[in-house]
T-cell receptor, first 115, second 113 residues
Framework: AQTVTQSQPEMSVQEAETVTLSCTYDTSESDYYLFWYKQPPSRQMILVIRQEAYKQQNATENRFSVNFQKAAKSFSLKISDSQLGDAAMYFCAYRSGYTGNQFYFGTGTSLTVIP | EPEVTQTPSHQVTQMGQEVILRCVPISNHLYFYWYRQILGQKVEFLVSFYNNEISEKSEIFDDQFSVERPDGSNFTLKIRSTKLEDSAMYFC???????????FGDGTRLSIL
């Protein structure tokens, strides 16, 4: 079974600074997708960024970018120019490219942004 | 932007009672999901639903649980005889097609007394 590990239960960053959230995963599959979801206090899980495993180029979405290391099975999220609105729980998630259905989530990282 | 909506936001139920959690997926989406998140733990997959039938379910999704799409817009999760350990946040999600990301609702906090 696939597992997703987020080893940082809590992180903090100064406003306008950069922070990196770690995620590692374990799979024997070659075709899969990786995601970062944000869950602010309002509770809705919001898609931040996604990466297809077959793409070598790291995904970027405005201030959010990933460092996808397929061989190391690592998928970290970098948030640049952190804003107060970035404060939330961040979940890393894996989805198989074969079955295409369920997500496997990490335990989450709670990010605090310090003004 | 279209959203997945869930009602109620908080449900309090006596142990042993039946509860129905409701979700309205995004209108043109074809795949539907339920997840749960016990307080302080990770989000766990419960079930996926496509073409009016369950396509995949986890070990958590036992005979106590059922899902239904009673009309063209709603997607419900029924828990027949609730237990204390069913207390959790329940998330509904939907996606348009196979390779698209899932969109999540706000969640329903279920408290079993």
């Amino acid at each position: 079974a696939q597992t997703v590990t987020q080893s940082q239960p809590e992180m903090s960053v100064q406003e306008a600074e950069t922070v990196t959230l770690s995620c590692t995963y374990d799979t024997s599959e070659s075709d899969y997708y990786l995601f970062w979801y944000k869950q602010p206090p309002s509770r809705q899980m919001i898609l931040v960024i996604r990466q297809e495993a077959y793409k070598q180029q790291n995904a970027t979405e405005n201030r959010f970018s990933v460092n996808f290391q397929k061989a190391a099975k690592s998928f970290s999220l970098k948030i640049s120019d952190s804003q107060l609105g970035d404060a939330a729980m961040y979940f890393c998630a894996y989805r198989s490219g074969y079955t295409g259905n369920q997500f496997y989530f990490g335990t989450g990282t709670s990010l605090t942004v310090i003004p | 932007e279209p959203e997945v909506t869930q009602t109620p936001s908080h449900q309090v139920t006596q142990m042993g009672q039946e509860v129905i959690l409701r979700c309205v997926p995004i209108s043109n989406h074809l795949y539907f999901y339920w997840y749960r998140q016990i307080l302080g733990q990770k989000v766990e997959f419960l079930v996926s639903f496509y073409n009016n039938e369950i396509s995949e379910k986890s070990e958590i999704f036992d005979d106590q649980f059922s899902v239904e799409r009673p009309d063209g817009s709603n997607f419900t999760l029924k828990i027949r005889s609730t237990k204390l350990e069913d207390s959790a946040m329940y998330f509904c999600a939907s996606k348009a097609r196979g390779n698209q990301p899932q969109h999540f609702g706000d969640g329903t906090r279920l408290s079993i007394l």
